[in-house]
């Protein structure tokens, strides 16, 4: 053992070199991004051993990994769902004969999911919680049949409380009742709403729970959707989450802008199959059967389609799908977002669709919830002012809204933001939408809140103070992790 010890540092000197050789490897064969891995091997052959204990703890991808082991487990869960997977042969959704190029964005969905575009759906809008809650309360209360919910953030709060009541209610009247919140959203109310839940006995689970959630704000594999289906026939969702700052008709405290939707018709199912999956990945329960999957007749003249996104099976189908809407726009891309952090490609793609000649616009929060992506987002509009992409900046209250409207006839709602944590690494559901109508409504929402908005210019862009563009550029290395 003497004589190793006197060739310390020739020992230490080969393991730097073995870890480096290991560590440059997996950086070879998995890191796709080339600049990642440019980055990954200076660190790791400039440092040695501790450039290959960083990569080993953050470079590798596991959440993909993660996903993917959650993907084989979520698939046992939902093998038996009794599903509809009917479509109509009609060749062409109704509003999109005049629009061939939109019409292109139904293969490239197709190509991402296993679901069909549905017609026949009727998809309403609800702006705030004023309008949404009392919809979803009363159909919850019609409910004969079964309630399904998830909600990121589910607040344990006067407005948590009226659904609590409308819960227990159902159940009461022998609906079968499912609920299920976020491992992390669930704390942000004290005391928690699994405690009230569990104490009114109401059915449900808890999606990845942590045990340090105050520790997670930025945590990833979160349950990111917001899902309401009753009988199997309504639905809702959106980007509004349960709490009783989405009513802005009770001046909370911190009051949140927000949209959601009330749907019927066929794509319901998909809300359900959202759902029945997550179910059963977390509990093993399988949710089959009429009760949960009853057949719906058409209702309205919206072809829609749900669109699942998360780290395992479902991976990078919501990017996709937005570079694809974002290709075949022709007149004009509007975009709200709450956090909007696009990736390189996408602004690349942004700067492109504005140098065809299409008009793009960009709402976000004048004053972000969370200062870091606010500094970040700054920090990125660079390249976009510079290609004529308008942004606004939209005053207090915060706003959460969440939609892509291409040309006059195709609309993304739900819960994803524009950013990597959603897009990568946060389960969301979103839906497609192909509707002349619903576009224009949504159009119009859109316009309302631009004149509610001002401009942000190239110029007053470029006038930031100094320190102000370091604090913002450094914000902006963040933003994959943000």
């Known amino acids: 053992m003497a004589p190793l010890l006197d060739y310390w540092p020739e020992l230490i000197a080969v393991a730097g070199v073995c870890a480096a050789l290991f560590a440059s490897a997996h950086v070879v064969i998995h890191k796709r991004d080339t600049r990642s891995a440019i980055g990954w091997f200076g660190l790791i052959w400039l440092t040695p051993l501790l450039g290959s204990l960083l990569y080993w703890l953050l470079g590798i991808n596991r959440i993909e990994r993660r996903g993917k082991d959650l993907s084989d487990r979520r698939s046992d869960a ?10 109509s042969r009609k060749p062409i959704p109704r509003g999109t004969a005049d629009y061939p190029r939109i019409f292109q964005m139904v293969r490239v969905v197709s190509e991402l999911t296993d679901r ?12 705030n919680g004023d309008r949404a809650y009392p919809e979803m309360l009363e159909a919850i209360e019609s409910a004969r049949q079964s ?114 939707f009330r749907i019927e018709g066929p794509v319901v199912a998909h809300l359900q199959e959202a759902f029945a999956t997550d179910w059963g990945f977390t509990t093993k329960e399988v949710l089959s059967g009429r009760r949960w999957f009853p057949s719906i007749e058409m209702n309205g003249d919206v072809w829609a389609r749900g669109i699942s996104d998360g780290p395992d099976e479902d991976f990078d189908k919501l990017r996709l799908a937005i570079h694809g809407a974002i290709a075949v726009a022709e007149s004009k891309l509007m975009i709200c ?36 992506v606010e500094w970040a987002c700054m920090a990125q509009l660079e390249e976009l002012l510079e290609r004529d992409i308008r942004v606004w900046l939209a005053p207090p209250p915060f706003d959460h809204t969440k939609l892509l409207l291409v040309d006059n006839g195709w609309s993304l709602i739900g819960s994803s933001n524009w ?23 949504l159009t119009d929402v859109f316009e309302q809140k631009l004149l509610r908005s001002r401009e942000l210019t190239w110029k007053e862009w470029s006038a930031r103070p100094y320190p102000i563009r370091i604090r913002d550029g450094l914000a902006r290395l963040a933003s994959p992790y943000l």
């Not at 939902?78 to 479509?87: A, M, N």
């Open 116 to 127: 069909p575009l549905l017609p026949g759906n009727d998809i309403q809008p609800l702006i």
């Open 419 to 441: 950013d990597d944590r959603s897009l990568r690494l946060n389960f969301e559901f979103n839906v497609e939408c192909y509707s002349e109508a619903l576009n224009a409504e």
């Open 147 to 260: 309630v399904s919910l998830v909600s990121y953030i589910f607040d344990n709060d006067k407005t948590g409380t009226e659904f609590l009541d409308a819960l227990e209610r159902a159940c009461r009247r022998g609906v079968e009742v499912r609920v299920m919140v976020d491992g992390v959203g669930a704390h942000y109310s004290r005391p928690t709403i699994e405690s009230e839940l569990s104490r009114r006995t109401i059915p449900h689970a808890v999606f990845l729970p942590t045990r340090v959630p105050r520790l997670f704000n930025y945590a990833n594999l979160r349950n990111h959707r917001k899902i309401l289906v009753v009988d199997g026939r309504v639905g809702f969702t959106g980007s509004l989450n349960i709490r009783e700052s989405c009513r802005l008709d009770r001046k909370p405290s911190h009051p949140v802008q927000d949209i959601h």
């Open 78 to 87: 939902v093998s038996q769902l009794d599903i509809p997977r009917h479509e």
């Open 337 to 372: 977002t709450p956090y909007f952090l696009p990736d390189p490609p996408m602004v690349t793609a942004l700067s492109t669709a504005a140098m065809r000649g299409v008009d793009v616009r960009v709402i976000i929060p004048e004053e972000n919830n969370v200062k870091l």
